[in-house]
C-alpha cells in the first residue's frame, strides 16, 4: 500500500497544472525579446557576416532549446535536487576553476570555456542555478541555526566566499553581485537575520566593494563616467550617452519597430547589454512600461509559487530563480538609464544568447 501511495504522489506531481499566467509571461517575454534581437542586431550582423539575420537565427536556435528544457525540468520533481546540493557546489567550484584554467581570455577577461570556434558557454550562468540548488539545500538542513550569527549568518557566507574569489579573479564583479544578492535574499527568506547582513556590509561589505573599484582603474572609470558622462562623451561615456539619446528620442509611443538609429553601430553590439535602450527608442515609454510590467508579473509570480511551495526547499528554489530574474532585470535597466556605473549585466530573455525560459521553478 505504501509503494502504491508514492506511486500515485509522484504521478500527481508529474501532471500538476502548470501556471499558465508564468508561462504566458515567459513566452510574451521571449517573444518580444526575439523581435528585438531581430531588429537591434541586423546591422551589426550585416557588417560582420553580410547576414543581417545570423544573430536572430542564433539567438531562435536557443529560445526554442530553452522552451523544450523548460517543459522538461518542469516534470521532474524539485525534491530530486535536494538529494544532490552538495554535489552543486562542487560543481560550482570545478567549472569556476575550470574557466581560469581553459577559459579564453576575451577583452582581459576570462568569462567563456570554447567547446569549438562557434560553440561556447559562460560558467559563471550555470553556477547561479547551483548556487540556489545548493543554498536551498543547505538552509533547510540548518534551519535551526539560521537565527544565530555565527552558525546561522557567518557560517553559510563562508560557503559562498572561494565561489566570489574565483568568480573576481576571472574577473566577473557583476555576475559576483548578483550570486551574493540571490544567496543573501534566500537566507534572509530562510530565517537569518536581516541586521547581520546590515552590520557586516557595514563594515566588511562596504569597504571590500570599494577596494576592488579602486583596486582595478577601469572600475573606478566607470564610476566617474557614471557621474559625469559627457566629461568623456567620446569615450567612455559614448555608450551611456548613446543609450541616453536612444532612449529619449524614442518619446511616448517610440520611433516605430526597426526604425532606430543609435542600433548602426552608435551603441555597441546593441543585441547584448543595452538591448533595452533599443527597446525604448523604437517603441517608446509605452513599450518599455509593457516589458517592465511582463517582468513584474514574472516576479509576483514567482513569489507566489515561493509562497504556496509544499515544503521549504521548493520555497527557497523559487525564491532564488525569482531574484536571479529580478537582480538581472533592475541592474541592466538601472545601468542603460544611467542609474548606476555600468556593469555588463543581460537583461533576460532579451541579451543575445540569453534565454532564461528554463528559470522558471524546477
Known amino acids: 500500500m505504501a509503494k502504491n501511495k508514492k506511486e500515485r504522489t509522484f504521478s500527481s506531481f508529474v501532471n500538476n497544472p502548470i501556471d499558465f499566467t508564468l508561462l504566458i509571461t515567459i513566452l510574451l517575454l521571449l517573444s518580444i525579446g526575439l523581435v528585438m534581437v531581430l531588429s537591434a542586431s541586423s546591422p551589426s550582423a550585416l557588417a560582420e557576416d553580410g547576414n543581417s539575420y545570423s544573430y536572430f537565427s542564433k539567438q531562435l536556435i536557443f529560445a526554442i532549446l530553452g522552451i523544450i528544457a523548460m517543459l522538461f525540468i518542469s516534470k521532474i520533481d524539485y525534491r530530486f535536487y535536494q538529494k544532490f546540493y552538495k554535489h552543486a557546489w562542487v560543481i560550482a567550484f570545478i567549472l569556476l576553476a575550470l574557466v581560469l584554467v581553459a577559459g579564453r581570455e576575451i577583452n582581459g577577461a576570462k568569462r567563456w570555456i570554447y567547446i569549438t570556434d562557434t560553440l561556447s558557454f559562460q560558467p559563471s550562468e550555470i553556477v547561479k542555478l547551483l548556487m540556489i540548488i545548493f543554498y536551498a539545500g543547505i538552509l533547510v538542513k540548518n534551519r535551526d541555526q539560521l537565527n544565530l550569527y555565527g552558525k546561522g549568518f557567518i557560517k553559510h557566507m563562508c560557503f ?8 573576481l579573479l576571472q574577473p566577473h564583479f557583476s555576475a559576483s553581485i548578483v550570486i551574493i544578492g540571490i544567496c543573501s535574499i534566500m537566507m534572509i527568506m530562510a530565517g537569518c537575520k536581516f541586521w547581520h547582513f546590515l552590520a557586516t556590509g557595514g563594515i566588511v561589505g562596504i569597504p571590500a566593494m570599494i577596494f576592488l573599484i579602486v583596486k582595478e582603474p577601469y572600475r573606478l572609470q566607470r564610476v566617474i563616467t557614471f557621474l559625469n558622462p559627457w566629461q568623456d562623451a ?4 559614448w555608450q551611456v550617452i548613446q543609450s541616453l539619446y536612444a532612449i529619449g528620442s524614442g518619446g511616448l509611443f517610440g520611433a516605430g519597430l526597426g526604425e532606430s538609429k543609435q542600433k548602426y553601430l552608435y551603441i555597441p553590439e546593441p543585441h547584448n547589454d543595452f538591448i533595452f535602450s533599443i527597446l525604448g527608442e523604437e517603441l517608446g515609454f509605452i513599450g518599455c512600461a509593457v516589458v517592465i510590467i511582463l517582468f513584474a508579473i514574472f516576479i509576483w509570480r514567482g513569489i507566489l509559487i515561493a509562497m504556496k511551495a509544499p ?19 533592475i541592474i541592466n535597466i538601472a545601468v542603460v538609464t544611467s542609474s548606476m556605473p555600468a556593469t555588463g549585466m543581460p537583461l533576460p530573455f532579451f541579451s543575445y544568447r540569453w534565454n532564461g525560459s528554463v528559470y522558471t521553478v524546477m
Do not use: E
Not at 567620446?234 to 561615456?237: E, I, M, Y
Not at 515544503?311 to 532585470?329: P, Y
Open 311 to 329: 515544503d521549504m526547499f521548493g520555497s527557497l528554489v523559487a525564491i532564488g530563480i525569482t531574484a536571479l530574474v529580478a537582480i538581472q532585470v
Open 160 to 167: 559562498l566566499t572561494p565561489i566570489i574569489l574565483l568568480l
Open 234 to 237: 567620446t569615450g567612455d561615456g
